[in-house]
């Protein structure tokens, strides 16, 4: 199971890094504007600061433009992978793309039949939205739970399912018990991976009892 932070605060990035768990970068449009100033400065410089893929979105919806957008993006860095929404245009530039040898990401996956287009066009990564599946009263699990199965099915497709749109530790933890290869976690839930109750305890009452012995280390 890889982590992939989903960040494009470069300070974010380099406090989670420095832990040692994060394996990769996704970003998109909306994360970008969140903190201004030029995409291609930020780009650079995660991609500079990360060892593994960092995921960034062409901002474009036509065919033409994603092409010239995805040229652009692929050349800030050789861990750089381009990001295309789950569209024909999207389809037809991941082919276009995916032919050349570079990595592509599908994003705005909702179905399975989705993801298994994407597969055929060659994507390298598949990023299905759970807690975006969730909030339309349905289950974004299940259908993680649908691609898994669809992929297995079918060895020939190489496409890794990139769990995206992760609210919670739950999701978390089922997407592991599903065997997804990836998941892109928000900062405030990655934060969130050591919290227990229990542990704080522990650490609490083994600091006292320490304390109290006079003993030293």
Not at 93 to 102: E, N, P, Q, V
């Amino acid at each position: 199971m890889l982590f992939f932070l989903d960040s494009a605060d470069i300070k974010e990035i380099e406090e989670l890094l420095a832990f040692g768990i994060v394996d990769g970068i996704t970003t998109n449009p909306s994360l970008f504007a969140a903190i201004g100033g030029d995409f291609y400065k930020i780009a650079k410089d995660i991609c500079s600061a990360v060892d593994g893929p960092v995921s960034l979105e062409a901002s474009s919806t036509d065919y033409n433009n994603m092409l010239q957008e995805g040229e652009k993006i692929l050349g800030i860095a050789d861990n750089a992978v381009l990001k295309l929404p789950m569209t024909w245009p999207g389809i037809k530039a991941c082919k276009y793309f995916s032919d050349k040898g570079h990595r592509v990401n599908m994003t705005l996956c909702f179905s399975a039949a989705q993801a298994l287009v994407a597969a055929k066009a060659g994507a390298t990564y598949v990023s299905p939205f759970i807690g975006r599946i969730d909030d339309t009263g349905h289950d974004g699990l299940n259908l993680i739970e649908d691609i898994n199965e669809i992929y297995m099915n079918y060895p020939e497709l190489n496409t890794k399912i990139l769990a995206a749109s992760i609210r919670n530790i739950y999701h978390l933890h089922q997407v592991c018990k599903i065997g997804t290869s990836i998941a892109t976690i928000p900062a405030k839930i990655m934060k969130q991976l050591l919290d227990h109750p229990l542990t704080d305890i522990g650490v609490k009452k083994f600091s006292e009892d320490w304390k109290k012995s006079g003993l030293k280390i």
